[in-house]
Structure formats: C-alpha cells, structure tokens
C-alpha cells in the first residue's frame, strides 16, 4: 500500500508540517471512509490523531491549492512525451440553507433546470494518450450584479423597437477582436493566466477544449488572447457561409461571403469520411467557412448521421481556430472534453463534493479544492493497485483502505503480533470485503 505521507513531501515547501499532517490524515480517513464524507464523519475516520477541532482548522486555513495540484500532477501523474489538452467545465452543486457562501441559483445540466447551490469553474489537463483528465484549478463561481440582475444573455435580449432594415446612417464597421468579454470569461482568463505562470515551459499547451455554451466569437478571442486555440461546438443552426471565389480574376470584388451552408445538401468536395454502422450513416465533412459573427475564418467539422431506415438526419458542427487541424484530431480533442464529467461524478459520489457543509468562503474553498485533490490521488494509487488487482475501481480501493484501518486497530489490541503468514491471511481477508472485484481474477464474482 502506497504511503500517502511520502506522497504529499511534494507539497511541503507551500504548506507546513501541521497542515501536511493533518491533510494527510483527512486523506487516509477519506479513504476509508463509508458514508457522507463531511468533517464530522472524516473525524470519526480519523481516529485519536485527530478531532472534530482538528477539522476546524484544517478547513480554515488558507491553503494555496493550485500550486499543490500543479506540484501532485509534475511530481506523480506527468508523463514526458504526451499530448496535454487544456479543457474547462463548469460543476453545479446542489445546496440548501442561506448561509453557504456563494449559493446562488445555477443551471444545473442534470435537472435542466436553476437549482440552489454552489458553482465551480474546474481547469483539467486532459492527457490524449491516457485518456484521461486531472483537475488542476477550480474556482468558485461567484455572479456579478450584472449576472444577477440580467439572467439572460444580452446577445439574447431583443430590442425594444426594431430597427429598420438595412446599414444605419453613419455607422462603421467594428473590429471584432476587439471586443468586450463577459464576467464569466474574463474568470477563465484570469485562471488560464495564473495557471501559466505556474506551468511555464514545462507543458506546452496548445488548445482549449470549452463545451458549446462558448462557441461564440467572444470566447474565440479570449482563446486567442492567452494564445490558445480553441475547439467547441456551434449551434445546430448557425449561419455559416463558404468564402466568395470571383469567378473573373480581373475584375475586383470586396464581397466577403459566398453561399451558404445548406446542412440538408452538403457539397461533395467538403465530404472526408462517410461510414454505415447498424443501418446509422455517418458523414464528416470539413471546410474552412466564415461566420458573421466571428472575426476569422473557421476550421468547421460537420457530422451528419441518417438514419438509413426513416431517412431522419442530425448533425453536429464543430469548430477551432487552428485551419490546419484535422478532422479526426477536432473529433477526438472535443470528446476528450468529456472525461472532465468523470472528475465531477467521483469528486460527488466518493470525495464529497457533494456532501461538506461548510459556510465560510475559505471552508468552502478547501472542501472543494481538496474533493478534486482526491481525484487526482486516487488515480494515481488505481494505477498502482490495478497491477495486482486488474478491473478495480474506487469502491474497491476504498474497501482495500477500510479493511487495512480495521486491520491496524485490531493489531492494537492484541498482546503479540501474529505469524507474519497468518498476518498476512488477515490482511488479504480484510481487505477484500466489500470488493466489487475478485482479487486473483479482476472480474466480478458471480
């Protein structure tokens, strides 16, 4: 069993001796622990060494948690020679009471719908060849004035009186880099920045994976402004219009755009990959294409699927700033993207994102902060479990922690230590209840 002290030296020169100890002993609770996983249970966990009180001041002290995730990931998770995305996703947290800091009312993907609760804005490194992401920077999101008092977008609010048609008098054409970024997105580029300063040249970074909800022109440019590519996806029915080729090479032309796309009857030329699966036809195309919106050319990825059977069809757009990405690899980055969504699930089912009820901004913080740190520990002791015990997941590490506490406290009680054989029976015995997974096998017992 990995020693999880000797895990954490990494951290000491940004935390002290007390904080290492006492985060080192929430840690090994955590692992153990069944239940909610709230101070008042990771005490009980924690045995004598320490208290609910010791809880108290772990969870309110400030503790500089990107720079433990970036020396944990440089230390323990980094591999040389590996293709590292930089994606961004948004987790909701469901919360009840008034006092929580930050509770306000959030979209939460999972209920489609506002809930009451907590938001957090979580940076991963999302590594191509393992397929995998690690959180490396969460912040809460905490809403303007602005953001409360106009829930809806203001691209989304309608004029009062429509205007006429046509260019009004004495208007001039706008630098569309040159525009004004939302709240939300100055956030991002306040933690991509810091996020850089700590990286530095050890990472290149290249592109920034963002889900749909930022495939508008304002985020391309904050992108840019980091010096980032980004990939996400359009709307369904966005407006895209292949560039204007003047038929007559003498004669000039200032028009900029030329057809437009018709997602129906998509040109041959664009067409690069059309394949039939289980009477499903899925057809890729690619083409560099221009929105109206947008201040550049686009890299646009279209899928189409129909249905062979009822002739239904459905498309997906997708888009990056690079024109020189290729299809496959705009396909594959974007679904990498998804692999954040697995840090949410086991940071709420198993580290307790979804349980702490902690009030105050640095509690709240810390609780936060040290779920996804969780994340990336426990990959890292899977990895190492996984050699002997092939197939096993976090309900079987965690089973493997509780039988080695139960183990440790029995050993306290006893007046001599067994045999080291009939030790180590006791210990491959109390440590395999509650597996999901055989031990010898990997598979699931029938």
């Not at 630098?175 to 530095?200: A, C, D, H």
Request: aromatic share 10%.
């Amino acid at each position: 069993m990995s020693d999880i002290l000797s895990l954490l030296q990494c951290l000491l020169p940004q935390i002290n001796a007390t904080t290492m100890r006492q985060l080192n002993q929430i840690i090994m609770a955590m692992l153990a622990m069944d239940g909610r996983v709230t101070m008042q249970g990771i005490s009980r966990w924690t045995g004598t060494g320490g208290s609910y009180r010791t809880m108290l001041r772990f969870f309110h002290t400030v503790i500089p948690w990107a720079t433990l995730f970036w020396l944990f990931f440089r230390k323990h998770l980094f591999r040389a020679n590996e293709v590292y995305l930089l994606a961004g996703y948004e987790v909701v947290v469901s919360k009840s009471g008034k006092k929580t800091y930050g509770l306000d009312r959030f979209f939460s993907s999972l209920v489609s719908k506002p809930i009451s609760g907590l938001s957090f804005f979580t940076l991963s490194l999302v590594s191509v060849e393992q397929r995998h992401s690690f959180p490396i920077q969460i912040e809460q999101v905490i809403k303007s004035d602005v953001e409360k008092s106009s829930p809806v977008p203001t691209s989304e609010v309608k004029p009062k009186h429509k205007r006429k048609r046509g260019r009004p008098k004495g208007s001039k054409n706008k630098n569309k880099t040159q525009v004004v970024l939302t709240s939300e997105l100055v956030r991002i580029q306040e933690m991509i920045n810091s996020l850089f300063k700590l990286l530095g040249d050890f990472i290149p970074l290249t592109y920034l994976v963002l889900d749909g909800h930022f495939g508008n022109n304002n985020a391309l440019q904050m992108a840019r402004r980091v010096n980032l590519h980004i990939i996400s996806k359009l709307r369904y029915d966005s407006a895209l219009y292949i560039p204007y080729q003047n038929p007559d090479p003498n004669s000039r032309s200032r028009r900029k755009y030329g057809e437009k796309i018709d997602y129906c009857n998509i040109s041959d030329e664009y067409l690069c990959k059309s394949t039939i699966e289980e009477d499903i036809k899925t057809d890729i195309y690619q083409a560099t294409l221009l929105h109206k919106e947008f201040a550049q050319a686009l890299n646009v990825v279209i899928l189409v699927k129909t249905n062979l059977k009822t002739n239904t069809r459905s498309h997906v757009i997708l888009f990056s700033s690079d024109l020189e990405l290729s299809f496959e690899k705009i396909i594959d980055y974007y679904k990498l993207r998804f692999q954040i969504e697995f840090n949410f699930r086991d940071a709420k089912q198993f580290w307790g994102l979804e349980d702490f009820m902690n009030l105050s901004q640095t509690a709240v913080t810390n609780a936060a902060n040290l779920a996804f740190f969780l994340v990336n520990l426990s990959h890292y002791l899977l990895a190492d479990f996984r050699q002997h015990n092939p197939g096993s997941g976090i309900i079987d590490l965690k089973a493997y922690y509780r039988g080695f506490r139960y183990v440790r406290e029995m050993l306290k009680m006893l007046p001599e230590i067994p045999e080291p054989i009939l030790l180590t029976q006791i210990f491959a015995k109390l440590t395999s209840l509650g597996r999901i997974h055989n031990v010898s096998t990997g598979v699931e017992p029938s």
